[in-house]
């Protein structure tokens, strides 16, 4: 399985990026998707999730500010990210769970200039 992250960048305080991660698998619609960031000297972090049946979960500092969402027939997910703090810098990594593995993407920059 392979999972291609894309959409990180830089951008201004209030602005707004969209990440996609493009999966090479073809269980696709039946697996577990989400989103992860990991600031410099923090720990990695569960950001948002999606699950088959389409309910989500997201953190709470990013709650109505970002959405995860996904296309089954493009085997993507996609993570919105509106009004953008300083806070969400970070690396973003695409993340998937198939019987029991955890699948990584290579991780896509993010950073927030105040």
């Known amino acids: 399985v392979q999972l291609q992250a894309s959409g990180g960048g830089l951008v201004q305080a209030g602005g707004s990026l969209r990440l996609s991660c493009a999966a090479s698998t073809t269980t696709f619609s039946r697996n577990v998707m989400g989103w992860y960031r990991q600031a410099p000297g923090k720990e990695r972090e569960l950001v948002a999730r999606?699950?088959?049946?389409?309910?989500?979960y997201l953190l709470d500092s990013v709650k109505g500010r970002f959405t995860i969402s996904r296309d089954n027939a493009k085997n993507t997910v996609y993570l919105q990210m509106n009004s953008l703090k300083p806070e969400d810098t970070a690396l973003y990594y695409c993340?998937?769970?198939?019987?029991?593995?955890?699948?990584w993407g290579q991780g896509t920059q993010v950073t927030v200039s105040s």
């Open positions: 993340n998937t769970i198939i019987e029991g593995r955890d699948y």
């Open positions: 999606i699950f088959r049946s389409g309910n989500t």
